[in-house]
């Protein structure tokens, strides 16, 4: 019997793979194709303080190999997710979930941290630090490392809960941000977020998102995320969660190779709404075939 359960900061998974944040919604569609129960864990829609409408449309354009969103955050604000969508999921969801939370301002930030982090179904806290900062001229929190310590740092102080930071790709040295926001406290990281990128219609000679530019998702990115993790893995001693552009069984073995205690299915599940369900059905064989018994002998392996 092939072991495959492994754990995050005390958080014990029954396998590796976690559905990522926005490609999962708050668990409720998903419940029509299968029982979610058998995912690791899932990490639920960015939520913010206040309910968000997300960008104007389009806001989705397609790629080779993935795709670009700029939806904005759309979500129903902290109060909504309290009071329904997460007792909705409690029903129903016995697995470990984390609570991917946003904000445009460190207080915003951390209110959303204090109020998610005390519901108790909630199992890890992971802070989305890709968002502009409305007090710095609009930079993302993720792409300076000062900022990304600071934010954690006021999050780690009112989470109730382990706080995994999720960091942006966007940045020149990955492993210097993901050395702050270690040091600022952060139990945890996940990475990567998307990259920034954009496409342009011919015919109108214009973006063709109405934002201009999203964040590019899907397996186009696999080798820029494993490559990162790659890097952070020697730069920390924190868990690492591993995502971008996973979509079989092969990739979740290979990001955890690279250093990844587990790891997330974003885009994959746009495409194919069975996708994490495939990936773990087809882990035990796979892990077979290379002679692997248990899960968690191959973390860090490629080092
Ligand atoms: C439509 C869409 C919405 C997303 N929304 C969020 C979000 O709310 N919070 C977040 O941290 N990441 C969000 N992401 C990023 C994904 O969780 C993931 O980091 C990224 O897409 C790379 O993984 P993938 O290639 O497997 O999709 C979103 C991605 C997509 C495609």
Redo the contacts with the bound molecule.
Sequence with gaps: MINLSVTLSNVRLQNPVIA????FGYGEEFRDFYDINLLGAF?C???TLHPRFGNPTPR?AETNG??I?S?G?Q?PGIEAVTATELPRLFAHYQQPLLA?I?GFSREEYTACCEQISAIDGVSIV?L?I?CPNVHGGGMSFGADAACAAAVTAACKAVCKKPLYV?LSPNVTNIAEIAKAVEAAGADGL?????LLAMRINTKTRKPILANTFG????????PV?LRMVYQVYDAVKIPIIG?????SAGDVIEMMMAGASAV???????TDPFACKKIIDALPETLQTLGIEDINEIIGAAH
């Design positions: 990522a944040s926005g490609c990490s829609k960015g939520t989705i993935g795709m969103n939806v955050l979500n991917n946003s992971e989305n890709s999720k996940s990475l990567i977020n998307t964040g590019l998702s899907g397996p186009a990115i696999f995320a995502l971008g552009g996973v979509s997330q299915v974003g885009a994959a599940t746009l």
